[in-house]
């Protein structure tokens, strides 16, 4: 069974970055695109990003592009979303989710709130 | 920014049918499949179709979706108050090599 599990909430100052981590179980790493997307309050549903794990190749949405970098440890079968500059305008709930059999967008994580205040 | 465009809401009485439309271009729908995705407050979302029009198993046949061109739209039959929730449809986009989602559809059962 699959399950992607990400790190706990963080609160951050406006300026900092932030990490966060997803790890995963119940299947291959290298062979699933992971994605990473946010929702701020109120918002939809916006992609920030994917990483092939195999290869290590990253790929980001323009609007966040220079602000966030996705890695992975193929060891560890993790990746991580790392955002810059933070301003109270990324407050919001992250979530990492894998592709499977169906759609970019098959299994998620249960999200990591991120709240940017001064 | 490369995006979907959806009807910001829509509604229905219990029992009607409601569609929701998503709208893209020749490097994102035209060219690719379709998705569509329930998104309830805070929980993580759930694929509804893929493929244009196939569900994953558990999906009722109640949610059905199609594609015309660089058009796609997913209806809901048989509506139901647990139907309440925001909608979105994904497609890949071959100019950003990657995913590009819509603006969300929020349905409403009156």
């Known amino acids: 069974q699959v399950h992607l599990v990400q790190s706990g909430a963080e609160v951050k100052k406006p300026g900092a970055s932030v990490k966060v981590s997803c790890k995963t179980s119940?299947?291959?790493?290298?062979?699933?695109?992971m994605h990473w997307l946010r929702q701020a309050p109120g918002q939809r549903l916006e992609w920030m990003g994917w990483?092939?794990?195999?290869?290590?190749?990253?790929y980001y949405s323009k609007k966040f592009l220079g602000r966030v970098t996705i890695t992975r440890d193929t060891s560890a079968t993790a990746a991580f979303m790392e955002l810059t500059s933070l301003s109270s305008e990324d407050t919001a709930v992250y979530y990492c989710?894998?592709?499977?059999?169906?759609?970019?967008?098959?299994?998620w994580g249960q999200g990591t709130l991120v709240t940017v205040s001064s | 920014q490369s995006v979907l465009t959806q009807p910001s809401s829509a509604s229905g009485t219990p029992g009607q049918r409601v569609t929701i439309s998503c709208s893209g271009s020749s490097s994102n729908i035209g060219d690719n499949y379709v998705y569509w995705y329930q998104v309830l407050p805070g929980t993580a979302p759930k694929l509804l179709i893929y493929n244009n029009n196939q569900r994953p198993s558990g999906v009722p046949d109640r949610f059905s979706g199609s594609k015309s061109g660089t058009s796609a739209s997913l209806a809901i039959s048989g509506l139901r108050s647990e139907d309440e929730a925001d909608y979105q449809c994904a497609a890949w986009d071959d100019s950003v090599t990657g995913p590009v989602l819509g603006t969300g559809t929020k349905v409403t059962v009156l």
């Open positions: 989710a894998a592709t499977g059999d169906y759609s970019y967008f098959d299994h």
């Open positions: 990483i092939n794990p195999g290869a290590g190749h990253t």
């Open positions: 119940g299947y291959t790493f290298t062979s699933y695109a």
